[in-house]
């Protein structure tokens, strides 16, 4: 009695507390997210479809467009590849200095995009990096070109793969593993067959987050583009360019495409999450 | 001899989970690897099926030099406390994979899935998830997945630890019964001596990493190797300075017998058919000793009763370095 008492009186107590949260977050996220996306989209559309006609007939923003999907998917291939990898490495692995790895692979998310931009300069620079020149001689170009953006997409979304698939790996742990080895199954079969269906919607999860992160991807890019018209220009340089431009009705066209890809990304995950079983 | 280990050693840093070991287990038989928890016969297990790399010694599997074999190669099948079920494959395709991986045809798969699975009873739940099956189906389901690639040796890895009492029971008379039927090697790990003594041909008991003996149930039993084993297989009480079982002794009420302990029984206990007489000998030792009513109801005896207790004859004896149970100091070990 005594208890149920406390219990009802705390529930009672709660609930305008909780209201006060509700209402709180709700306002902040509004004026924080969905306020100003949509703006973003209201402009964009101002003048009806005038200006997401203009950008779409435009053959340097369709260049863009079609760059930074390439490089996009491009970079979501190798970090997906490279970050199961280390993934079944980090989970299924002991050796020295795998604490030093995992913490490493965190620096991509906490190095400002433009520090990374800098960095790879320094390294795969055609004039003076530390790689760079003989690489060039080899006929290779990294910096100034799709590669070194590539390189960078690929550096800031390095972790996201990572992140979903560990949890994933740790939780199924290994022994369907071990029992597909016993039964004749040797370690790419075994990959094949049990290890990936098992880890099947982290790495979804880890693809689509990815991919939203790199096609938004802007401070690496543009201090490795060059940012050459036509060339090296993805989606988010040429928002940026359009909007210093005064060209403000491409900016918002463009910069709602963009919002778009986003959007739908984090809708793929919301509907695909509830069958994750978590 | 199906299975030959010989001087193998493994550590985990500091700790020795096997020291030198060295077994032979036979061809055909159902063998239990039997003793107390982190006492090494988990280790032993997946060592046999290359799932643990030994430090030290070498493994032969039906004559062939299986130590380096990684565990696809030595084609054993293995069974797992938790069943290891491939969640997102149905029953059938579970019991498949083994064959699936080894590229038989179609039509032949089928006919040995649908064999393995009238053998475990599954028949009726070919198409569905493991997450569907109750635990004791889980793991019929996962010794017919073992079972499909035709293994030299059966590897059983507390195999029906995690079930309730009831299912667990069962699951253990059909898997003697199912070697029975299928004679094929089988060694399963088990801390459980009921579970050993029930269903095994031979039980190998292992603590500390060591193999403290080998033998049949009745070996086991009945001449005990050393105080480790006899206290790990049954119930002991001690008398004088030998460990022995409570049903193996006597108490005789016969003022002219001189044979045996003089005492004086301090408690009586009934257990169901089983009644348990504390005695306290002249010197202050307490002993326990089991009867059945009949036996306890003819004797006539009751708390503060004279009697004598004696071993009867032939029974497994072991001496102990313990000191002796005293009345000052009541305590149930004795009676396990």
């Known amino acids: 009695m005594v208890d149920r008492s406390i219990a009802a009186r705390t529930q009672v107590g709660r609930r305008p507390g909780r209201y006060v949260l509700r209402g709180v977050v709700t306002a902040y996220l509004f004026f924080l997210v969905a306020w100003p996306l949509y703006l973003v989209g209201r402009n964009a559309f101002a003048d009806g479809f005038t200006n997401l006609n203009d950008i779409l007939t435009d053959p340097d923003v369709t260049h863009a467009l079609r760059l930074t999907v390439v490089i996009a998917v491009t970079a979501v291939v190798i970090n997906t590849v490279f970050g199961v990898g280390i993934s079944i490495l980090l989970v299924r692995y002991d050796f020295p200095g795998k604490r030093a790895l995992n913490a490493l692979l965190d620096m991509p998310l906490s190095v400002s995009p433009i520090v990374v931009g800098l960095a790879l300069v320094l390294v795969y620079g055609g004039r003076d990096g530390w790689f760079g020149p003989t690489l060039e001689a080899a006929g290779l170009q990294i910096i100034f070109a799709v590669p070194g953006m590539v390189l960078a997409t690929v550096f800031v979304a390095l972790p996201l793969v990572i992140r979903e698939v560990v949890p994933v790996l740790q939780e199924v742990g290994d022994e369907q593993e071990q029992a597909a080895r016993s039964l004749g199954a040797n370690a790419l079969q075994t990959f094949r067959r049990i290890t990936l269906p098992s880890i099947k919607w982290g790495v979804i999860y880890g693809v689509v987050l990815s991919l939203a992160r790199s096609l938004g991807e802007f401070g690496a890019v543009k201090v490795v583009s060059g940012n050459v018209l036509g060339q090296t220009r993805t989606a988010t340089l040429v928002v940026e360019e359009k909007y210093l431009n005064f060209d403000k009705g491409g900016a918002y066209a463009t910069a709602f495409l963009l919002a778009l890809v986003a959007v739908a990304c984090i809708i793929v995950v919301s509907v695909l999450r509830p069958k994750e079983d978590r | ?336």
């Open chain 2, 1 to 336: 001899m199906s299975i030959e280990i010989v001087n193998v050693g493994k550590r985990f840093g500091d700790f020795v989970a096997l020291d030198d070991v060295s077994v032979s287990i036979p061809s055909g038989r159902l063998t239990a690897l039997l003793g107390p928890s982190g006492g090494g016969k988990s280790t032993l297990l997946r060592i046999v099926a290359g799932l643990e790399r030994a430090d030290t010694g070498k493994i032969e599997i039906e004559g062939v030099d299986a130590t380096g074999l990684p565990p696809q190669k030595r084609n054993v099948g293995f069974v797992f406390q938790h069943y290891a079920a491939f969640k997102h494959l149905s029953v059938r395709r579970n019991v498949a994979f083994g064959l699936e991986i080894r590229k038989r045809p179609k039509d032949e798969i089928r006919r040995r899935v649908d064999e393995l699975l009238a053998l475990v009873h599954l028949e009726q739940f070919a198409d569905r998830l493991p997450a569907q099956l109750s635990g004791g189906q889980r793991q019929r389901m996962a010794l017919a997945r073992a079972l499909a690639v035709e293994p030299t040796v059966l590897l059983l890895d507390e195999p029906f630890g995690a079930l309730d009492a009831k299912v667990r029971k069962e699951l253990r008379d059909w898997l003697r019964r199912l070697h029975d039927e299928v004679h094929v090697t089988t060694v399963f790990v088990t801390h459980d001596q009921e579970e050993a003594l029930e269903v095994a041909d031979e039980i190998v008991v292992i603590n500390d990493g060591r193999v403290e003996q080998i033998g049949s149930p009745d070996e086991l039993y009945d001449r005990p190797a050393n105080e480790f084993v006899m206290r790990f297989l049954g119930p002991v009480t001690q008398l004088g300075d030998q460990l022995v079982r409570p049903h193996d002794l006597q108490l005789s009420t016969d003022p002219a017998d001189a044979s045996g302990v003089p005492g004086r029984v301090t408690r009586v206990t009934r257990i169901g058919f089983e009644i348990r007489v504390e005695v306290t000998a002249d010197d202050g030792q307490t002993v326990t000793v089991t009867l059945t009513r009949n036996e306890f109801l003819a004797l006539g005896i009751q708390v503060d009763s004279t009697v004598r207790v004696r071993l009867a004859p032939n029974s497994p004896t072991t001496t102990t370095s313990a000191p002796a149970q005293r009345a000052a100091a009541p305590s149930l070990a004795a009676t396990h």
